[in-house]
């Protein structure tokens, strides 16, 4: 195996440890059913219940950001993230069974503090998730996760 191949691996295991970024709080898991019924009345997407998560933020210079909102308008105001979860408990597209993993897309918009919304699913995050900053690199290899 190639350095550079080793030290991507190495990057990723560090991005998703559980232990990485600072703590956040998500909804009550006690409250699942009610969060899933609020994420239905927003729209009609597809949900997934997420714990374990992760929330990435993508830390970009001025000129990156431009070109990202350009391509993507439709970006939340607050930032460039996307989540990960290694405990998914449940999906309404059965695609991720419980207990897989996710990687979402961008944030488009964040309601009630914890379901996050991309264009296309809408993600309920229960319990406790951390925030980690990320650089378009570390961006580009957790895009590279299959």
Same mark, same amino acid.
């Given at each position: ?31 699942? #059913? ?24 993508? *830390? ?7 070109? *990202?909102? #350009? ?42 503090? *914890? ?22 690199? #570390? ?8």
């Amino acid at each position: 195996m190639s350095n550079n191949l080793n030290q991507q691996l190495k990057t990723i295991a560090s991005l998703i440890d559980c232990k990485l970024g600072h703590p956040i709080t998500g909804g009550n898991e006690s409250q699942i #059913e009610q969060l899933i019924a609020t994420a239905e009345k927003l729209n009609h997407k597809p949900i997934r219940v997420l714990k374990d998560w992760k929330r990435f933020e993508l *830390c970009l210079n001025e000129e990156d950001e431009q070109l *990202c909102r #350009e391509q993507e308008p439709e970006l939340s105001k607050d930032g460039i993230y996307l989540v990960y979860s290694h405990n998914v408990i449940s999906d309404s597209t059965f695609m991720v069974p419980a207990g897989g993993w996710v990687r979402s897309t961008f944030l488009i918009a964040l309601h009630n503090q *914890c379901i996050f919304e991309t264009p296309n699913t809408n993600y309920i995050l229960v319990g406790n998730g951390r925030e980690v900053k990320i650089s378009l690199e #570390e961006y580009y290899l957790l895009m590279s996760l299959r």
